[in-house]
């Protein structure tokens, strides 16, 4: 009997953590198609509040975020690998622009209960 009760225990705390972790990728997945759209649209004001204090000073504020996010209006894109621990996460994916796809990572950070962009790596992949 108290076998089955330590088992049935430890199903209880197991599926508890899978569901809060299931949460957290939905959190981050959002949070990169949020920012995803935020650059599709031009809304500069809206994608550079998406970012971590420390990316925006490495980016040089919010004029050389624009400078930087102006090219980089892509008209769709596609999440296909998702990961987080603990307090980060990161997002991989293809995005396109015009007849050029690239191979996209956005890595999040967990600021305040909120996922930030903390890194961004964008590579060339191929011509549609």
Not at 53 to 68: H, M, S, T, V, Y
Not at 94 to 112: F, H
């Given at each position: ?35 995803m ?8 004001t ?31 894109w ?51």
């Amino acid at each position: 009997m108290t076998k089955k009760i330590l088992t049935v225990s430890f199903l209880v705390v197991f599926i508890a953590v899978a569901l809060a972790g299931c949460k957290s990728l939905g959190d981050i997945s959002d949070s990169g198609n949020q920012f995803m759209t935020a650059l599709k649209n031009q809304d500069y004001t809206a994608s550079y509040a998406m970012l971590t204090p420390a990316l925006q000073n490495e980016l040089g504020g919010a004029d050389g975020w624009k400078a930087f996010a102006e090219p980089r209006n892509f008209e769709d894109w596609k999440f296909s690998s998702n990961q987080v621990e603990n307090d980060q996460g990161q997002l991989d994916g293809e995005a396109t622009l015009g007849t050029e796809i690239y191979n996209i990572s956005l890595v999040l950070q967990n600021v305040d209960s909120q996922w930030k962009v903390a890194g961004i790596d964008i590579t060339f992949k191929e011509n549609k």
